[in-house]
């Protein structure tokens, strides 16, 4: 049989890739760029075309796994769901629903059909123990929207073609894609930008990939980009801002400008390690544009000061008349859910933000999600006795790894989809093997929103299901029937397939499957305004200055006094051939990526075994000298399990009191030499 191509797209990460998918028969060969795709156009990354080989790995889950005492056995799904479904029913008799917990990973937000079934699990079961990579690594994009514009989780991007300034703050979009903002064929995306004239700004720590493609870089002291939005903010506030834009569409500029007071030239620089000459010319250039969209990513919303850069990022862009305008920053309004279409209720200055769970009174609860830190506790506690995990390792993502990797253990269930052995299957009760991303249909459901247009996507499968993998819905949906309990209303889950699912979610949509299934693909141009309607009608403009946000700027004053310059600070990295804890067996290595003087000082050489320490524990690597680190910058990436796991250096005790996001990013450290043996 002759090679046979089909297109589809990329569930890697977010950016949804259009691909080709070359087949011999039912055995993928190779995956390449769609080039007739309309937005990435031929362009697909490194972990995109490894696809054919991570579909075919040795080590791939095909049939369901159950503990018996401490192995796991391969069943079959009678047996695991009849098992499964009578141990959460117990669980639910006796403690109520609260007692049975799910986390939501990466590979249950790119499963459309597997996303559906998790908020239905959720919403059905009423348990309010939801957690997710949310509270990981970008709860503050989802906080500052709610109180700034009263939705939650708005996700802004820059109007690249008519957009004069961007400003990249903890962000990568060359490695990464961008963050909530996926930045397709990235490399030329930037060169697009630049060509037509259009400066690209990158503030940063690490002198990136995406930053060697800049304009101009600025190299600031990790944690420390609010200053310098700060700084800019109280400068444009006496000279450069869109007073008509402010007088008519915002409030709170007053509380805003005494909110940034403290951040002149002089103590903006000395904070953040930019010199004062290259902070006048960053804030000549916003004046000179007039307007400005800026970006932010993971080395922003995982450190202490993530709400405070977040809030002062959108702050900046409405002071310059930029954010929902053309030229500066759209809104996704979601090209399913068409929020523009909605009456959607505001949140009140406040914030929807409900009281966490009881074993950690401090937490709160954003978005109807507790946060990821108080899973040991609520397992310690007796509140948490089972957990659905939906598409996440957890072992290598959650903070303050062995304490709750221990707690997991304890769990009476713990029942985890996935489509290869991770370290959270190593220690499940039942292990559910879903289907590979080119095996089932699919949207761009929750990542529909990620686009640089108002788009999503549509793709049958590309080959057979091997094995006896099943689809997520399915599982849940015959779970559900064991329970007693209807988790799709309306849906006949013993007669769907994966198409009857996909068309059960577009139903909600006035867009249709039928539409969705002849063109592949809905694409639409950027709705611009739709936000400044919203907020002028809702709530009387855009909340400039939430008081808990100004609230939280003024407690920083204290902890800005007390930073030395000296100190080894940690930040995150994304690497090129991994996306989180996936495909970790291609190019990439880990390593404590350190600064050459660094390395000097502390006479430390490359390649060299050393111990990385924060108060909450500790790492062992080895050294590779990285010159594109600002002195103090200590880097090591996320994603990689056991001795390497950078989470081993989180805590779950220091948490954001807005948001109970974990310290990630931005965390002091000390590199120490390890005694030589032999």
Not at 406 to 414: F, G, S, T
Not at 430 to 440: A, D, I, S
Not at 517 to 532: F, L, S, Y
Not at 614 to 639: C, E, M, W, Y
Request: glycine content about 10%; charged content about 25%.
């Amino acid at each position: 049989m002759g090679l046979i191509e089909k297109k589809s797209f990329c569930r890697v990460c977010g950016s949804a890739c259009g691909i080709i998918v070359e087949l011999d028969g039912e055995r993928v060969v190779k995956v390449r760029g769609d080039e007739d795709h309309p937005i990435t156009r031929g362009y697909t990354c490194p972990k995109g075309r490894n696809l054919a080989a991570d579909h075919a790995r040795e080590d791939r889950l095909e049939v369901p796994l159950m503990r018996v005492g401490d192995q796991l056995e391969a069943t079959n799904w009678d047996s695991l769901l009849d098992d499964l479904a009578a141990r959460l029913k117990t669980i639910l008799d006796e403690s109520g629903p609260r007692a049975i917990g799910l986390f939501t990973g990466g590979g249950g937000y790119l499963d459309c059909s597997g996303h559906l079934s998790s908020m239905a699990f959720a919403q059905v079961l009423g348990t309010p123990s939801n957690y997710s990579d949310m509270t990981i690594d970008n709860v503050p994009k989802v906080l500052i929207p709610e109180l700034m514009a009263g939705i939650p989780g708005l996700m802004s991007r820059a109007d690249t073609a008519h957009c004069n300034m961007l400003i990249f703050m903890g962000t990568n979009p060359v490695i990464s894609h961008g963050h909530t903002w996926t930045l397709n064929s990235p490399t030329a995306a930037l060169r697009n930008i630049t060509g037509r004239g259009a400066e690209i700004w990158v503030i940063d720590p690490r002198r990136t990939e995406t930053a060697q493609r800049s304009t101009r870089y600025l190299a600031s002291r990790p944690g420390m980009d609010y200053v310098v939005l700060g700084f800019l903010i109280r400068e444009l506030l006496e000279d450069g801002a869109d007073r008509a834009f402010i007088e008519q569409h915002t409030q709170g500029v007053q509380q805003l400008r005494e909110a940034v007071t403290r951040f002149t030239a002089a103590r903006a620089s000395a904070l953040s390690g930019i010199p004062e000459e290259e902070l006048g010319e960053l804030l000549a250039a916003v004046r000179r544009n007039g307007q400005v969209s800026v970006d932010t990513g993971t080395g922003v919303t995982m450190s202490r000061a993530g709400n405070m850069t977040q809030w002062l990022s959108w702050a900046l862009m409405l002071i310059t008349g930029s954010l929902d305008r053309e030229g500066g920053a759209w809104i996704h309004p979601g090209a399913i859910s068409r929020m523009d279409k909605m009456d959607i209720p505001a949140a009140p200055e406040s914030g929807w933000g409900q009281p966490g769970p009881d074993s950690r009174p401090d937490l709160p609860s954003i978005a109807g999600n507790y946060p990821c830190a108080a899973i040991p506790d609520e397992i310690a506690a007796g509140n948490l006795r089972a957990m659905v995990v939906f598409g996440g390792n957890i072992e290598p993502c959650l903070p303050e790894t062995g304490r709750t990797y221990d707690a997991l253990k304890q769990l009476e269930v713990l029942a985890t989809f996935d489509v290869r052995p991770t370290r959270t299957t190593d220690i499940s009760t039942h292990v559910m093997p879903g289907k590979h991303q080119l095996e089932r249909s699919d949207l761009t459901y929750v990542t529909e929103s990620y686009f640089q247009l108002l788009s999503t996507q549509y793709t049958p499968p590309m080959v057979p299901v091997v094995g006896d993998r099943k689809g997520v819905w399915w599982v849940i949906g015959q779970l559900g029937k064991r329970m007693g309990i209807d988790f799709f209303p309306g849906l006949d889950v013993d007669n769907a397939d994966d198409e009857t699912v996909v068309d059960y979610i577009t139903g909600r949509s006035p867009m249709t499957f039928e539409g969705l299934r002849e063109n592949r693909m809905v694409n639409r141009e950027p709705v611009i305004g739709w936000m400044e309607d919203y907020v002028d009608a809702k709530i009387g403009g855009w909340r400039l200055a939430p008081p808990s946000l100004v609230a939280q700027l003024k407690d920083f004053e204290g902890w800005e006094s007390v930073q030395k310059p000296g100190d080894l600070v940690l930040i995150p990295r994304r690497q090129k051939y991994h996306e989180n804890s996936k495909m970790l067996d291609l190019r990439d290595k880990p390593h404590v990526f350190l600064n050459p003087e660094d390395a000097e000082s502390g006479g430390f050489t490359e390649g060299e075994l050393v111990e990385v320490r924060s108060v909450n524990g500790f790492l062992r690597g080895t050294v590779k000298i990285d010159a594109s680190l600002r002195q103090g910058a200590l880097n090591v990436p996320h994603g990689w399990s056991d001795e390497f796991n950078v989470n081993r250096l989180t805590g779950t005790r220091e948490c954001d009191p807005l948001t109970g996001m974990v310290l990630y990013s931005g965390l002091p450290v000390s590199l120490h030499a390890m005694a030589k043996t032999g």
